[in-house]
């Protein structure tokens, strides 16, 4: 069976105007604060301090594994949960968070590839 649903729901926020294209410092400072946002966002949901989180690396790509309790090492279900901040926003922490709030609710196993 394939699952697909938003997990939290459309965030109700306006996005800060975007820098110019050409301004690399701009860019930076606007992934910044908004992962701040992110990541205060889904901390404030909070995750289960019961999930084994595992830093793993599969051909340079970091994915961060993340098991909930009662899911037994043999359970070969697994949700795959991909950025979908166009590779930009919502990496690193703010990946990690929402993979360990992810898992709890699915019951399931989560690959969060950062």
């Known amino acids: 069976m394939l699952l697909r649903q938003p997990v939290f729901g459309k965030l109700d926020r306006p996005t ?4 110019p294209s050409d301004d690399h410092a701009a860019w930076r ?10 990541a205060g966002i889904y901390s404030a949901r909070g995750s289960s301090p019961d999930v084994v989180v595992e830093d793993r ?3 340079g790509v970091p994915v ?12 070969r279900r697994v949700y795959f ?5 166009g ?8 990946r990690r968070m929402v993979a360990t709030t992810i898992a709890p609710r699915f019951a399931a196993r989560v690959w969060s590839v950062d």
Request: charged share 25%.
């Open 16 to 19: 800060a105007p975007y820098p």
């Open 29 to 38: 400072d606007w992934v910044n604060k908004q992962d701040t946002e992110l």
């Open 57 to 59: 690396v599969f051909d």
């Open 64 to 75: 961060y594994v993340v098991t909930p309790p009662g899911v037994d090492a043999d359970d």
């Open 81 to 85: 949960d991909a950025v979908g901040g």
């Open 87 to 94: 590779l930009v926003l919502g990496g690193g922490d703010v």
